[in-house]
């Protein structure tokens, strides 16, 4: 995590001990991941450090490389909406609708 963190600790406040440990996130329901990572602060489940994780982790995917990107075109629908929902009814909208 540090590693992950150090080039953005200017502009990120993750708490660890916010974080669970991945046999714990390896246990959970898509819809239960889901919920943690998207944002949506009201949600109960949402976890700002998870999600501001997820973001300086892309270095992860890249090195998972193929994998990576052969998953994300096998989910390419459903990855497609929930980026367009994201950006622009949780971002966009708001600011400028």
């Known amino acids: 995590v540090a590693e992950l963190c150090a080039p953005y600790a200017s502009v990120i406040d993750i708490n ?3 974080l669970p440990d991945a046999a714990h996130v390896n246990g959970w329901k ?22 501001q994780l997820l973001h300086v982790s892309f270095k992860v995917a890249a090195r998972a490389g193929n994998r990576y990107t052969d998953l994300l075109r096998a989910n390419e629908k459903i990855v ?18």
């Open 30 to 51: 898509g819809v239960q991941l889901a919920s943690a990572l998207r944002h949506i602060p009201e949600h109960p489940e949402f976890n700002s450090d998870m999600r």
């Open 16 to 18: 660890p001990a916010n």
């Open 80 to 97: 497609a909406k929930q980026v367009t929902e994201n950006i622009y009814e949780r971002h966009m909208k708001p600011l400028f609708l």
